[in-house]
């Protein structure tokens, strides 16, 4: 079958210099294979029963003979001609935006979700994932190419199992699998003969080969021999409108050659670049290195905000300064504190898996100190706000702009602002908060003290006695709020193109 092109085709079809987007997408897997391990015609050569060498740091391939490289060759097939069946296990922000990646191509999608309501909603064509209109959503309903269900049972039709489900921390800050077991324990249940899986959640390097593989195998189907097993990090940015999914390039690690060739080739219908590595591990600690550098970089320039507090120097002016460096320098922002589902958990991921080496990860362990002593520094700078004013905390007024971790997004997870307000209220505070991505907000989340507080309108932040600007949305207009409010605590440097502003204005 002819993929119908669209807009996306035209780009891969543009890469490969070809209208032809197909073939040339294999080519262009198997090249990035060969590329990577330098095993010319390896990869390839499984693929055609010719004999087989690993790259480096793969498992041994198992599929000895031709079973392996002729299943290997009928989902290849698939692929290349769409007629593949892709399923997604975990429908949130990283799921939906891949799943519509996959449809976009016309490949006939399932997504699975134990949420009914979120399936419920995707059913009917509305997308709960910002960065994803629900038009989108609506035109794969109608072509048929997606549908949302909580049946695990149609991964039996499925020819592809990505898993995309979350990795938290557990109380004691350990890594919490249950949910990619689970996942793990519902694609077993129905794997079959040359079946692709792939995980991309977040996790420590061995998980897929440690984890997920001896559940998969539980039914006697063998990795590389009769299915094909892969890991390959999510790199999605939510929020950030110049890097959808096909312009990020992805990284692939497979658990065997053919498992590499093929995960490489999925992929490369939907990115534009997908890169090979040699092992599933080596995949796993790519995401994990890139998530560690933000966490270490932000907590040096955190560092620095506090010292530059003390010594009256403005940091945004000496970062902005370090950056025009046209080398060796790369730009981290101060803020309030790490938020989301990744930054401020994935390193810990490392350190625990580290620590089974009798290795301790000094800068991880470093930076989650610094970083999260930051809500409790715009405590402080609040404090001598309203110390300048002759005014207590107990009592306050206090106004949060921003309740999101991150700008111009509605995810709360992790988030610093929720810090900020629950020592605020510890302090005695009142709070008001508006934020036009979050309705309400739960403090003190998974204890007995949780409470909900609701959003309130822009005008009654701005009358507040002090106004905490927390998470830099678009959607602010900073030229009213300068002119509106009295006194703000500005973490973003987000006013600082104001002239005259009536409000006085303290940078982080
Ligand atoms: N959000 C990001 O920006 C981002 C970026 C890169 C990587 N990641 C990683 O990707 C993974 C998923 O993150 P997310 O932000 O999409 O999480 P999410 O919470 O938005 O979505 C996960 C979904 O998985 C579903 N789920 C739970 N158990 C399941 C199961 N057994 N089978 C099927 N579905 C199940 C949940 O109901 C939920 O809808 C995590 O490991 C995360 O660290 C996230």
């Not at 909603?121 to 629900?134: A, K, T, V």
């Not at 550098?293 to 945004?316: H, K, P, Q, S, Y």
């Not at 809500?375 to 999101?404: C, T, W, Y």
């Amino acid at each position: 079958m002819q993929a119908k092109p669209t807009s996306h085709d035209t780009i891969i079809e543009h890469l490969n210099g070809s209208s032809n987007g197909h073939a040339h997408a294999n080519d262009h897997a198997s090249a990035a294979v060969n590329g990577a391990t330098g095993e010319a015609q390896a990869a390839r050569a499984g693929v055609n029963g010719h004999a087989r060498m690993a790259p480096s740091g793969h498992a041994e391939p198992q599929g000895e003979g031709s079973a392996a490289t002729a299943l290997a060759e009928q989902v290849r097939r698939k692929l290349e001609e769409r007629t593949a069946t892709i399923g997604v296990l975990g429908l949130g922000y990283v799921g939906v935006p891949l799943i519509m990646a996959f449809a976009a191509q016309n490949f006939k999608t399932i997504g699975f979700d134990p949420n009914a309501r979120l399936v419920e909603g995707l059913q009917s064509g509305q997308s709960h994932i910002e960065d994803i209109p629900s038009q989108d959503v609506a035109q794969a309903r109608q072509g048929d190419r997606f549908r949302a269900t909580s049946d695990f049972s149609l991964l039996a039709e499925c020819d592809v199992a990505i898993i995309c489900v979350p990795t938290p921390l557990n109380t004691t800050r350990d890594p919490d699998l249950a949910y990619v077991e689970s996942a793990s324990e519902s694609v077993a249940k129905y794997l079959h003969a040359g079946q692709i899986v792939v995980l991309e959640s977040t996790t420590y390097p061995g998980t897929t080969n440690e984890v997920v593989r001896p559940i998969l195998e539980r039914g006697g189907l063998r990795a590389g021999q009769d299915f094909f097993l892969a890991f390959s990090p999510e790199r999605i940015d939510p929020g950030n409108v110049d890097f959808p999914v096909h312009k990020v390039p992805k990284v692939v690690g497979g658990h065997d050659a053919l498992s590499s060739e093929l995960a490489m080739l999925l992929y490369s219908t939907v990115v534009l670049q997908p890169v090979a590595v040699s092992s599933t591990q080596a995949a796993e600690l790519t995401k994990l290195l890139e998530n560690i550098f933000r966490c270490v970089n932000i907590a040096l320039v955190n560092e620095m905000t506090m010292l530059c507090d003390r010594m009256g120097i403005d940091i945004w002016e000496v970062i902005d300064a370090a950056a025009t460096k046209p080398y060796g320098f790369t730009k981290f922002l101060p803020g309030p504190g790490l938020g989301g589902h990744c930054i401020p958990i994935d390193p810990f991921y490392l350190s625990w898996k580290a620590r089974e080496f009798g290795f301790q990860t000094s800068f991880i362990e470093l930076a989650g100190e610094v970083n999260s002593a930051m809500p409790r520094f715009v405590i402080d700078k609040i404090m001598r706000a309203l110390n300048d004013e002759s005014r207590a905390m107990r009592g306050a007024k206090i106004g949060l702009l921003g309740m999101s971790y991150k700008a111009n997004v509605g995810d709360v997870r992790e988030s610093p602002s929720l810090r900020v307000a629950e020592l605020l209220h510890e302090l005695g505070a009142e709070l008001e908060f508006f934020d036009p991505h979050v309705a309400s907000a739960q403090l003190f989340h998974g204890t007995p003290r949780a409470f909900k507080i609701e959003g309130g309108s822009l005008e009654d932040v701005l009358a507040c006695d002090c106004v905490v600007l927390l998470t830099n949305h678009r959607a602010y207009n900073y030229e009213q709020i300068a002119q509106q409010a009295a006194v703000i605590i500005d973490t973003r440097n987000a006013f600082k193109s104001i002239q005259n502003p009536r409000a006085r204005i303290i940078k982080l």
